[in-house]
Nanobody, 115 residues
Framework: QVQLVESGGGLVQAGGSLRLSCVAS????????LTWYRQRPGQERETVAH???????NYAASAKGRFTISRDNAKNTGYLQMNNLKPEDTAVYFC?????????WGQGTQVTVSS
């Protein structure tokens, strides 16, 4: 069983920055696709960005140019650097690892952006 722990959320003013971290137990992290999701109040969970084991990235349109996903396989840790935050970025952010048919989710971290 892999445990994922997100951290780095909080309250920030519009235009500010946060860096989320996702720490995984064990070596599963290094063989898995890492994806960040968010769930805004009253809405379904949506993909924010993902990064492959080789470092190839993909972003949702809302995240392009403002967010950067990265990973450090040696530390079993993934990151989501979020810049120029907007009130509409307010959400619970989750990380997920996926390899073949096995996936693990973190518990989420709250990001609140005030106007």
């Amino acid at each position: 069983q892999v445990q994922l722990v997100e951290s780095g959320g909080g309250l920030v003013q519009a235009g500010g920055s946060l860096r989320l971290s996702c720490v995984a137990s064990g070596s599963f992290f290094s063989i898995a696709l890492l994806t960040w999701y968010r769930q805004r109040p009253g809405q379904e969970r949506e993909t924010v960005a993902h990064i492959t084991t080789k470092g190839k990235t993909n972003y949702a349109a809302s995240a392009k140019g403002r967010f950067t996903i990265s990973r450090d396989n040696a530390k079993n840790t993934g990151y989501l650097q979020m810049n120029n935050l907007k009130p509409e970025d307010t959400a619970v952010y989750f990380c997920k690892l996926l390899s073949e048919s096995t996936s693990y989710w973190g518990q989420g971290t709250q990001v609140t952006v005030s106007s």
